[in-house]
């Protein structure tokens, strides 16, 4: 090899872990590389309604179950070590990004998991809490990192693009039409029998099986995103069972009652109660 | 979810109507209730389905002498473990002649 082609091949070594993909060592450098900071410059409103999002605490609101995964899971059940490719099974849908985080980096966000659920000192809790709030699923994770929902046949997002359902040009960065985000298997993806990047299904969240075989099965027309962002102006914030309006309009209720007498010669009061539990939701309650 | 049915009468007795509860009953490969996501493989589904209307019906007999009661219904959903929200709560007063 020429001098030439030696100082070529050194420079190539340098510059592809920047332009292939990046590994990033640190949460704050991982964080600034999905950062969502910017977006709320032009889309304010949308930004307030996700950071009041439980999107926007994928991690934080999920810290006992992701805990018991790590600790319970690979410690106990499968005795296995703690490795990013193990806890890509939780983070593929938690914390998309993590795919981009080294594998220290990686088993230091474990560690940071365990810690805020199980150290004695709330200090480090509360600094674990702070750290791990940085990692979410945010404006790129959606409109970028899980968008294309067939990467192996039409390949994956284009970095620093941002997809739209109706993919309105900006100023600001680059911008293409998604259909794939107006669909309800755009959230199926997390919200369904989930399969994580080492290939084996999980059924930790069934929303979307009950969606297809109880609700579309049975005539039902609406999509997700038409019941938890259209209607009500409910937008970014993404309401779902933790709000009490939400979980009010998917269930109807039918309430009869008579007073009626029994057994001829005692005639025992007595109370005859019919009851009509309505799902008008597009998915069985409750589910997850 | 659960849904309660009670009955309070005139005299001030509580009587328990009927009580039912619905939910997503996770089990491991070996038909063992497990509560974590990650060990769960099959879903016993005890939930409401979506377009339909589930029907209860309770009948109860109410101490003798009972003029009056409020029949009271609850339904309460709780989306995690230490969480609950009272979605409807209705009552309907009945006397019997």
């Given at each position: 090899m020429s001098w030439i082609g030696s100082l070529f091949f050194a420079l190539l070594l340098i510059v592809i872990p920047l332009g292939a993909g990046a590994e990033y060592a640190t949460v704050d450098d991982l964080a600034k590389a999905y950062s969502?900071?910017?977006?709320?410059?032009?889309h304010a409103k949308v930004h307030n309604d996700w950071k009041s999002s439980y999107h926007s605490q994928s991690i934080v609101h999920s810290l006992g179950g992701i805990r018991n995964f790590i600790v319970v899971g690979l410690g106990q059940e499968w005795k296995q070590p703690v490795s990013k490719a193990h806890l890509m099974r939780c983070m593929?849908?938690?914390?998309?990004?993590?795919?981009?985080?080294t594998e220290d980096l990686a088993k230091q966000v474990a560690g940071l998991i365990v810690t805020a659920v199980d150290d004695k000192d709330e200090g480090k809790k509360t600094a674990a809490k702070t750290e791990l709030?940085?990692?979410?699923?945010?404006c790129v994770v959606c409109h970028n990192t899980m968008v294309s929902l067939e990467k192996n046949l039409v390949g994956a997002p284009k970095p620093g693009v941002y997809y739209s359902p109706a993919g309105k040009a900006s100023p600001a960065h680059k911008t293409e039409k998604s259909p794939a985000m107006s669909t309800a298997f755009f959230c199926g993806q997390c919200h369904g029998i989930h399969t994580p990047p080492d290939g084996d299904a999980l059924v930790c969240n069934t929303l979307y099986g009950s969606y297809q075989d109880g609700y579309r099965a049975n005539g039902g027309s609406e999509t997700c995103q038409d019941c938890h962002m259209k209607a009500g102006n409910r937008g970014h914030k993404f309401p779902g069972a933790y709000e009490v309006d939400m979980v009010r309009d998917g269930i109807g209720l039918d309430f009869q009652a008579a007073a009626i007498r029994l057994h001829p010669g005692k005639w025992i009061p007595t109370v005859v109660v019919n009851i009509g539990l309505i799902n008008k939701a597009g998915h069985r309650i409750p589910d997850g | 979810m659960v849904l309660e049915v009670t009955a309070k009468t005139d005299k001030g007795t509580v009587v328990p109507i009927g009580k039912k509860e619905y939910w997503e009953l996770g089990m491991d490969m070996d038909g063992y209730h497990r509560i974590g996501a990650w060990q769960i493989k099959e879903v016993i589904d005890l939930t409401l389905p979506p377009r339909k209307t589930t029907k209860e019906r309770f009948v109860a007999e109410l101490p003798e002498g009972t003029t009056s009661a409020d029949v009271e219904v609850k339904v309460t959903y709780f989306p995690a473990a230490k969480t609950e929200l009272v979605v409807h709560e209705a009552t309907k007063k009945l006397t019997f002649k």
């Open positions: 969502e900071a910017s977006c709320k410059s032009c593929s849908c938690h914390a998309p990004m993590l795919k981009d985080a709030a940085k990692l979410n699923v945010n | -």
